[in-house]
C-alpha cells in the first residue's frame, strides 16, 4: 500500500556509474509502482493539475484508468490533448505546472504525475498502441515549419481535424530541438523521440527534411504557389546569445547550442561518429537554466572536470530542480552569484582561465528575481580550457526578414497573439519559441495547440463566408 504522503520512489542509475555514459538516467515506474503510485491521486472533482499543464491533458481521467490496469484507456486520454507524452513525461517541468498544483501537495510530495505520464506512453509504445486518426479528411492543405514540439503538435492536432499537413523541417533529421538540444541521457532519440514522430504520422502528416523555409521555398511561395491555405511557424530559436565579454571569440569558447549539437545530433560522443567535440580538462558553463546543466553534463560524461558559473543564487536557478539535483550528484561544481568578466587566453588565443566577480542579490527586478549586484573588488579566476555559453537564444530572422508583411518584436521575435497564434499576415500563425524566445517543451506544445485552434477557425469562416 502507497504511503500517501511520499511519492512512489523511481529508479534511477547510480550517479557515479551514469556520470560516465549516455544512457537514460531515470529508469522510470514498472506497472506494478505506476498502478501504486496512481492509488495516491483523489480524483478531485475541480483538478487543479488540469489547469497547470499547458495542454490541458485530463490528469484525473489518465490516473484512474492507470490505477484500474487500463493503459491503452489511460494513452487514448493524454493522446487527446498531447502528441508527445513520452516526451513531456520525461522533461516538462511538472513542479511548476501539474504536480504544483496537485492537492497531494499541500501535506506531503504532489502525485508523481509526470512519472506516470511516461510509464504510460512507454507502456503504449512498447504494445504498439498508436493514437486514433481522423475517419475523414476535409480536403485543405496547411504548412508547417518545424519539426520540434509547437510544429509536431500543431501538426498532430490538424490531422486529428481532417487536415491535409505538410511539415518542413531544415534539418536532416525530424523532431527539432528534442533531437538537437537535449542530451540521449534525459531524453533517448530513437526510442522515444523517433517513435512519437512516428506516431504523428501515424495520423497522416507527412514530413519533408533539408528544406529551409525562406531560403528552399518561402512562405509566400507556399501559399501562392503550393496550395496552401495556412502556414504556422514553429521553427523554434537556434541563434545562440552571447555576453559580448573580452575573450569570447577565443578558441574553446561554444555556445551550447552548437555544443549541444554536435553531440545530441551529430552523436560526437560515440566513438564510430567523426564528428569533432572539444574534449576540455576543466569545463565552464555560464547559465543556469536547463541547457546549462545538459551541457555541463554532458561535458561531465566527457571526461572533464565542470563548472556551473551563475550570477543568482540556487533559488533563483530556472533549470528544474530534478536536472539540479543529477547535475549535482554527478560532481558538477556550482559556483553560484559569481559572473564572467573576461575569458583569459594565451598567446595562440586558446582559452587558459575565466575571470569572474562575486554578486549579491538586491532587489527584484522585472522578471520577480533579486537583481545581482556585483561586489567591488571581489574578482577571482577559474583555470579552464573550454567555456560553454548557455545564455538563451532567439529565432533565426531569415523567415520573418523574407516574409512580407510580418511582423516581429525588438528582440527578433515573431509576433503573434496568445489565443489563437494569428500573426500580422493573414492566414500565417505561429507559436513556440519563434514568438516568445526560448522556452520549455510544454509551452511550446501549448503554443503548437493554439496555433492548431486558429487555423482550423481561420479556415472554417473563411469556408462558411465562401
Given at each position: 500500500?502507497?504511503?500517501?504522503?511520499?511519492?512512489?520512489?523511481?529508479?534511477?542509475?547510480?550517479p557515479?556509474?551514469r556520470?560516465?555514459?549516455f544512457?537514460?538516467?531515470?529508469?522510470?515506474?514498472?506497472?506494478?509502482e505506476?498502478?501504486?503510485?496512481?492509488?495516491?491521486?483523489?480524483?478531485?472533482?475541480?483538478?487543479?493539475?488540469?489547469?497547470?499543464?499547458?495542454?490541458?491533458i485530463?490528469?484525473?481521467?489518465?490516473?484512474?484508468?492507470?490505477?484500474?490496469?487500463?493503459?491503452?484507456k489511460?494513452?487514448?486520454?493524454?493522446?487527446?490533448?498531447?502528441?508527445?507524452?513520452?516526451?513531456?513525461?520525461?522533461?516538462?517541468?511538472?513542479?511548476?505546472?501539474?504536480?504544483g498544483?496537485?492537492i497531494?501537495?499541500?501535506?506531503?510530495?504532489?502525485?508523481?504525475?509526470?512519472?506516470?505520464?511516461?510509464?504510460?506512453?512507454?507502456?503504449?509504445?512498447?504494445?504498439?498502441?498508436?493514437?486514433?486518426?481522423?475517419?475523414?479528411?476535409?480536403?485543405?492543405?496547411?504548412?508547417?515549419?518545424?519539426?520540434?514540439?509547437?510544429?509536431?503538435?500543431?501538426?498532430?492536432?490538424?490531422a486529428?481535424?481532417?487536415?491535409?499537413?505538410?511539415?518542413?523541417?531544415?534539418?536532416?533529421?525530424?523532431?527539432?530541438?528534442?533531437v538537437?538540444?537535449?542530451?540521449?541521457?534525459r531524453?533517448?532519440?530513437?526510442?522515444?523521440?523517433?517513435?512519437?514522430?512516428?506516431?504523428?504520422?501515424?495520423?497522416?502528416?507527412?514530413?519533408?527534411?533539408?528544406?529551409?523555409?525562406?531560403?528552399?521555398?518561402?512562405?509566400?511561395?507556399?501559399?501562392?504557389?503550393?496550395?496552401?491555405?495556412?502556414?504556422?511557424?514553429?521553427?523554434?530559436?537556434?541563434?545562440?546569445?552571447?555576453?559580448?565579454?573580452?575573450?569570447?571569440?577565443?578558441?574553446?569558447?561554444f555556445?551550447?547550442?552548437?555544443?549541444?549539437?554536435?553531440?545530441?545530433l551529430?552523436?560526437?560522443?560515440?566513438?564510430?561518429?567523426?564528428?569533432?567535440?572539444?574534449?576540455?580538462?576543466?569545463?565552464?558553463v555560464?547559465?543556469?537554466?536547463?541547457v546549462?546543466?545538459?551541457?555541463?553534463?554532458t561535458?561531465l560524461?566527457?571526461?572533464?572536470?565542470?563548472?556551473?558559473?551563475?550570477?543568482?543564487?540556487e533559488?533563483?536557478?530556472?533549470?528544474?530542480?530534478?536536472?539540479?539535483?543529477?547535475?549535482?550528484?554527478?560532481?558538477?561544481i556550482?559556483?553560484?552569484?559569481?559572473?564572467?568578466?573576461?575569458?583569459?587566453?594565451?598567446?595562440?588565443?586558446?582559452?587558459?582561465?575565466?575571470?569572474?566577480?562575486?554578486?549579491?542579490?538586491?532587489?527584484?527586478d522585472?522578471?520577480?528575481?533579486?537583481?545581482?549586484?556585483?561586489?567591488?573588488?571581489?574578482?577571482?579566476?577559474?583555470?579552464?580550457?573550454?567555456?560553454?555559453?548557455?545564455?538563451?537564444?532567439?529565432?533565426?530572422?531569415?523567415?520573418?526578414s523574407?516574409?512580407?508583411?510580418?511582423?516581429?518584436?525588438?528582440?527578433?521575435?515573431?509576433?503573434?497573439?496568445?489565443?489563437?497564434?494569428?500573426?500580422s499576415k493573414?492566414g500565417?500563425?505561429?507559436?513556440?519559441?519563434?514568438?516568445t524566445?526560448?522556452?520549455?517543451?510544454?509551452?511550446?506544445?501549448?503554443?503548437?495547440?493554439?496555433?492548431?485552434?486558429g487555423?482550423?477557425?481561420?479556415?472554417?469562416?473563411?469556408?462558411k463566408?465562401?
Open positions: 500500500m502507497a504511503d500517501v504522503l511520499r511519492k512512489v520512489p523511481v529508479r534511477e542509475q547510480d557515479k556509474v556520470a560516465a555514459n544512457e537514460e538516467v531515470c529508469l522510470g515506474y514498472d506497472e506494478e505506476a498502478r501504486e503510485e496512481a492509488t495516491r491521486c483523489i480524483n478531485c472533482k475541480n483538478a487543479k493539475c488540469i489547469a497547470g499543464c499547458p495542454v490541458s485530463n490528469i484525473p481521467a489518465f490516473i484512474k484508468e492507470t490505477k484500474e490496469g487500463n493503459i491503452e489511460a494513452y487514448q486520454i493524454i493522446s487527446e490533448s498531447s502528441a508527445l507524452p513520452a516526451v513531456c513525461g520525461r522533461v516538462c517541468p511538472q513542479e511548476s505546472q501539474c504536480e498544483r496537485c497531494r501537495g499541500i501535506k506531503g510530495e504532489p502525485v508523481s504525475i509526470g512519472k506516470l505520464e511516461r510509464f504510460v506512453a512507454d507502456w503504449a509504445r512498447e504494445h504498439n498502441i498508436k493514437p486514433t486518426p481522423a475517419t475523414e479528411k476535409n480536403g485543405h492543405k496547411v504548412a508547417v515549419i518545424g519539426s520540434g514540439p509547437a510544429g509536431l503538435t500543431c501538426a498532430g492536432d490538424l486529428k481535424l481532417g487536415y491535409d499537413v505538410t511539415i518542413f523541417e531544415a534539418l536532416h533529421k525530424e523532431g527539432g530541438v528534442l538537437y538540444g537535449i542530451p540521449e541521457f531524453l533517448p532519440k530513437e526510442k522515444v523521440v523517433a517513435a512519437e514522430v512516428e506516431n504523428v504520422k501515424s495520423l497522416g502528416v507527412k514530413i519533408e527534411t533539408n528544406v529551409i523555409i525562406g531560403k528552399s521555398v518561402t512562405i509566400d511561395e507556399l501559399m501562392q504557389e503550393e496550395g496552401f491555405e495556412a502556414v504556422f511557424i514553429g521553427s523554434g530559436a537556434g541563434l545562440p546569445m552571447f555576453m559580448g565579454i573580452p575573450g569570447e571569440q577565443a578558441n574553446g569558447v555556445s551550447a547550442n552548437e555544443y549541444l549539437t554536435r553531440n545530441n551529430m552523436k560526437a560522443f560515440r566513438s564510430d561518429y567523426d564528428t569533432p567535440i572539444a574534449m576540455g580538462k576543466k569545463v565552464a555560464v547559465g543556469g537554466g536547463n546549462a546543466m545538459d551541457a555541463a553534463r561535458a560524461r566527457l571526461g572533464a572536470e565542470v563548472h556551473i558559473i551563475y550570477r543568482r543564487s533559488a533563483e536557478l530556472p533549470a528544474r530542480v530534478e536536472e539540479v539535483h543529477h547535475a549535482k550528484e554527478e560532481g558538477v556550482f559556483d553560484l552569484l559569481s559572473n564572467p568578466v573576461e575569458i583569459l587566453t594565451d598567446d595562440k588565443d586558446w582559452v587558459t582561465g575565466i575571470r569572474c566577480i562575486r554578486m549579491e542579490l538586491g532587489e527584484p522585472a522578471s520577480g528575481r533579486r537583481r545581482p549586484v556585483e561586489v567591488p573588488g571581489s574578482e577571482f579566476e577559474i583555470e579552464v580550457d573550454t567555456v560553454i555559453m548557455s545564455l538563451g537564444t532567439s529565432p533565426n530572422p531569415l523567415i520573418s523574407t516574409t512580407i508583411g510580418l511582423d516581429i518584436n525588438r528582440r527578433k521575435c515573431i509576433i503573434a497573439d496568445e489565443e489563437y497564434g494569428q500573426t493573414e500565417v500563425f505561429a507559436g513556440g519559441d519563434a514568438v524566445g526560448a522556452a520549455t517543451v510544454i509551452l511550446a506544445m501549448g503554443a503548437g495547440k493554439a496555433g492548431a485552434k487555423i482550423h477557425k481561420f479556415l472554417s469562416e473563411k469556408y463566408r465562401g
